[in-house]
């Protein structure tokens, strides 16, 4: 499976953007998939997970203000970010999981966003949020 992230800008904080990553290739029946973020000199974190029964995980700073969705049919996954701050800025990556029981045991990104698990990436696109 490939995945290409676009959506990213620059916006003023308060406002909103909606990040969409489209999947190709081979996409199997159940599966895991997660929204990461990388800010300059900082680790990569998980923001949001997605699997194939609809269950979400997320990360406590964006909770009630992303939400993660799928649309099957266009084989596209998206990040509705709204009230954005500007310590949202950051890298955006798409990632597809092999441990796809992660996300099917448990609600807490803790444990379906581990790193690891990660195995397929998309290249990125950027959030720029100014004050």
């Known amino acids: 499976v490939q995945l290409v992230e676009s959506g990213g800008g620059s916006v003023q904080a308060g406002e909103s953007l909606r990040l969409s990553c489209a999947a190709s290739g081979y996409t199997p029946v159940t599966y895991c998939m997660g929204w990461f973020r990388q800010a300059p000199g900082k680790a990569r974190e998980g923001v949001a997970s997605f699997d194939s029964d609809g269950r979400t995980a997320y990360r406590d700073s964006v909770k009630g203000r992303f939400t993660v969705s799928k649309d099957s049919a266009k084989a596209t996954l998206y990040l509705q970010m709204d009230s954005l701050k500007p310590e949202d800025t950051a890298m955006y990556y798409c990632?597809?999981?092999?441990?796809?029981?992660?996300?099917?045991?448990?609600?807490?990104?803790?444990?379906?966003?581990?790193?690891?698990?990660?195995?397929?990436w998309g290249q990125g696109t950027q959030v720029t949020v100014s004050s």
């Open positions: 990632a597809a999981s092999s441990a796809t029981y992660r996300c099917a045991d448990s609600s807490n990104y803790l444990t379906t966003m581990m790193l690891t698990d990660y195995n397929v």
